[in-house]
């Protein structure tokens, strides 16, 4: 297991235009988290799955942003219609039952 | 929701300095985490800890419950221990819904 796999490392992206992240957990985990984190600052939580099931999408920063995990594998964070202001790294963490987190090198996100 | 307080929230040191970087929390919490992240985005967790002190190589962690508080400490500090030092709790205290992290302090050891 080579532990949490993010793809792209950078998406450089228009204004308007969708993008899509991929996060690849260890396979073992159960959790899985995303984050943001903008310059100068801890990342922020922006929803995690137990499996396949979201458990927690209040916090999704507006309804352009949605994730998916389908299988309870891998999982996907697509953003709509970028803003400038997404642009960020976007972290995927993944943990068994939340003991422990082991983190992705993330996306960084720029939008132009 | 648990609100996190690092500080400071920089730090420049020489090498050998012994480090303490302090974490408060706000919620009771069922462990917290120290996390490590370098230029370029990776975090690495340094710690889990629910009680007392954990020790791996020169790092340091310890926390008191009661008292909501948590330092990290580096003993003997080396240039490659520059990095950002997060430190971060559950966001409702208890739960495995995610964390609520601190802002981080920034850590430069100088040769």
């Known amino acids: 297991d080579t532990g949490v796999s993010q793809n792209p490392r950078h998406k450089i992206t228009k204004r308007g235009q969708n993008v899509t992240f991929r996060c690849d957990p260890i396979?073992?985990?159960?959790?899985l988290y995303w984050y943001r984190q903008t310059l100068g600052q801890g990342p922020e939580f922006l929803t995690y799955?137990?499996?396949?099931?979201?458990?927690?999408k209040s916090r999704l920063l507006s309804d352009r942003f949605s994730a998916e995990r389908p299988k309870g594998s891998f999982s996907t964070l697509e953003i709509q219609r970028t803003e400038q202001g997404d642009s960020a790294m976007y972290l995927c963490?993944?943990?068994?039952?939340?003991?422990?987190?082991?983190f992705g090198s993330g996306t960084r996100l720029t939008v132009v | 929701k648990n609100e996190v307080e690092q500080s400071p929230q920089n730090l420049t040191a020489q090498e050998g300095e012994f480090i303490t970087i302090n974490c408060s929390y706000s919620?009771?919490?069922?462990?917290l985490h120290w996390l490590q992240q370098h230029p370029g985005g990776g975090i690495v967790s340094l710690f889990m800890?629910?009680?007392g002190k954990k020790k791996h190589g020169r790092l340091i962690a310890t926390i008191n419950i009661q008292e909501k508080h948590s330092s990290l400490h580096i003993t003997a500090s080396h240039p490659r221990d520059s990095a950002v030092y997060i430190c971060?709790?559950?966001?409702?205290?208890?739960?495995?819904?995610?964390?609520?992290f601190g802002k981080g302090t920034h850590l430069i050891i100088q040769p």
């Open positions: 963490a993944s943990s068994f039952g939340g003991n422990g987190y082991t």
């Open positions: 396979s073992e985990h159960n959790r």
């Open positions: 799955f137990q499996n396949e099931a979201q458990l927690e």
């Open positions: 919620v009771g919490i069922s462990a």
């Open positions: 800890l629910s009680s």
């Open positions: 971060a709790v559950p966001y409702s205290g208890g739960g495995a819904d995610g964390l609520t």
